[in-house]
Nanobody, 127 residues
Framework: VQLVESGGGLVQAGGSLRLSCAAS????????MGWFRQAPGKEREFVAS????????YYADSVKGRFTLSRDNAKNSLYLQMNSLKPEDTAVYYC?????????????????????WGQGTVVTVSS
């Protein structure tokens, strides 16, 4: 499984960006998918996830109401629409796949539950 993120960049506070993650090499529709981010000097943290079974989406409290995760199984792609960006959203953003989808719901925010990772895309929000 290969994951490739795109869409990062420099944006002013209050602006928007849309990240994309293109997946290849497997059956994308059967993956649990997640977005994580890592700011300089900080640990990687959960942003959002989507469960293949049931189709529910989950968000970190820090992004709830501002970020929207979506997926297009026909295009093997995952997206993260980020609105009302804040300087504290500055980080490298990674998409990740849990396949086979074995991670239980209560652990989906844990990076160790994901098997494949993209290379990341940099998001910088200026104040």
């Amino acid at each position: 499984v290969q994951l490739v993120e795109s869409g990062g960049g420099l944006v002013q506070a209050g602006g928007s960006l849309r990240l994309s993650c293109a997946a290849s090499g497997g059956t994308f529709r059967n993956y649990n998918m997640g977005w994580f981010r890592q700011a300089p000097g900080k640990e990687r943290e959960f942003v959002a996830s989507h469960r293949w079974s049931g189709g529910r989406t989950y968000y970190a409290d820090s992004v709830k109401g501002r970020f929207t995760l979506s997926r297009d199984n026909a295009k093997n792609s995952l997206y993260l629409q980020m609105n009302s960006l804040k300087p504290e959203d500055t980080a490298v953003y990674y998409c990740a796949a849990d396949t086979p989808p074995l991670t239980i719901l209560s652990a989906q925010h844990d990076a160790s539950g994901y098997d494949y990772w993209g290379q990341g895309t940099v998001v910088t929000v200026s104040s």
